[in-house]
Structures are given as C-alpha cells and as structure tokens.
C-alpha cells in the first residue's frame, strides 16, 4: 500500500497477558519508529529503527516493552505482562531518512483490561 | 518546562475566518518543525513543514518560524468545516525524535 499500515486497529487483553503489534512502513523507508499516544496528549517517542538496527530505545517505558524489525520492513513492538497504565494508541512513522518528515500509520489502540 | 507548548483550546472560528495556532519550543537547538493534523481517531497527517525563519505558505496554510522567539505558528485560511480537527506542533533537534505538544482543537463553526 501507499501508506504506513498498521494492525490489529484495536486490542483488547486481559492485564498480565502479552500483545505484539505490527507495523509496515513505507517502502524504502529506512527509518521507522514508534510511539505512545495518551487521550489527549502528542505522541510520545519509544523507539527508532535505520533498517534492522535499533538506535535509539530511551523512550520504552520498561523493559516488559520490546521492539524488532529483523529484516529493515516490518517492525513489531511487543509488551509482555501488559498494565492497565500501558493502554494508549500505540502510532507507527517511517520516513526516507532519520531528519526527513515522519509519515504514520493510523495507530492500534490498546485496551487493557 | 514541557519541551512543546501549544494552547489546547478549543479553538472556535466561523467558516470563512482565519484560524491561528502557536507554539513554543524550548529547545534553541531545533532545527525542523512540523505541523500535523489529527481527526478523530485517526493518525497524525503531516500538513506543513518548516525550516528556516520566516513564512511558508502552501494552499490555505501559512507556517511562520521565529528561531529567536522559538515560537512557530500555523494559519489556516478560509477556514472549511473540514479543517476542525486537532493540530499538532512537532519539533525536532535536526535527529530523529520528534517532540509533539499536546495539541490545539479547532472547531469551525458552518
């Protein structure tokens, strides 16, 4: 597709269990990276990914948070033993370069129960 | 001190008026800004950005930057009910991470 795809739209888990979530970026976008959004606040950065190496992971809340993108594509952020304080919409952004204008995917929204 | 401040809002103009959002930025060092919009439960949408001091106009939007001030603001013109979504300030210290504040609500009124 044209744009940042993310999925599932929406999660819903019990609190303790673990959720993955998948981004795909923009084809031939080098840079990815992820972030947190809170109602009604700006997304908040956790990670960022130039192809398969990880740079920066300051913004991960914890270390329950983990993010990988094995080949330079597809990345995953996945939360173990998730927290009720760990639902947010979790947004996805790829940009040609790491200073380039960042494009996002339109989020999954986590919901712990 | 938040890195980005913006006025939360809501911001209420009618159709047709001028709708002006500002932001502040704490950082001297930043280098690029952006402005994105966000609808509803959508994802942020990249409308303008911004570099060097001075104007930027494309379409009805008009970015203005004053590194001196660290103040940057986005206006919208001929304001369409269209437009009444949240807008995001977004800044970056010529890296990769973007700061965001926490974003203006723009009604506009038919």
């Known amino acids: 597709g044209a744009g940042v795809s993310q999925s599932p739209r929406y999660k819903v888990a019990k609190r303790g269990q673990d959720v993955a979530l998948r981004c795909d970026p923009i084809s031939g976008h080098v840079s990815l990276f992820w972030y947190q959004q809170a109602l009604g606040q700006g997304p908040e950065f956790l990670t960022y990914?130039?192809?398969?190496?990880?740079?920066?992971k300051s913004g991960l809340p914890s270390d329950r948070f983990f993010a990988e993108r094995p080949e330079g594509s597809v990345s995953t952020l996945k939360i173990q033993r998730t927290q009720q304080e760990d639902s947010a919409v979790y947004l996805c952004a790829s940009s040609l370069g790491a200073v380039q204008p960042q494009h996002f995917g339109d989020g999954t929204r986590l919901s712990i129960l | 001190q938040k890195e980005v401040e913006q006025n939360s809002g809501p911001l209420s103009v009618p159709e047709g008026a001028i709708a002006s959002l500002n932001c502040t930025y704490s950082d001297r060092g930043s280098q690029s800004f952006f402005w994105y919009r966000q609808y509803s439960g959508k994802s942020p949408e990249l409308i303008m950005s911004i570099y060097s001091n001075g104007d930027k106009e494309d379409g009805r939007f008009t970015a203005q930057l004053n590194k001196a001030s660290q103040y940057v603001s986005l206006l919208i013109r001929d304001s369409q009910p269209s437009d009444s979504a949240t807008y995001l300030c977004?800044?970056?210290?010529?890296?990769?991470?973007?700061?965001f504040g926490a974003g203006t609500t723009v009604t506009v009124r038919a």
């Open positions: 977004a800044v970056n210290k010529d890296d990769y991470k973007l700061s």
């Open positions: 990914f130039q192809n398969e190496a990880q740079l920066d």
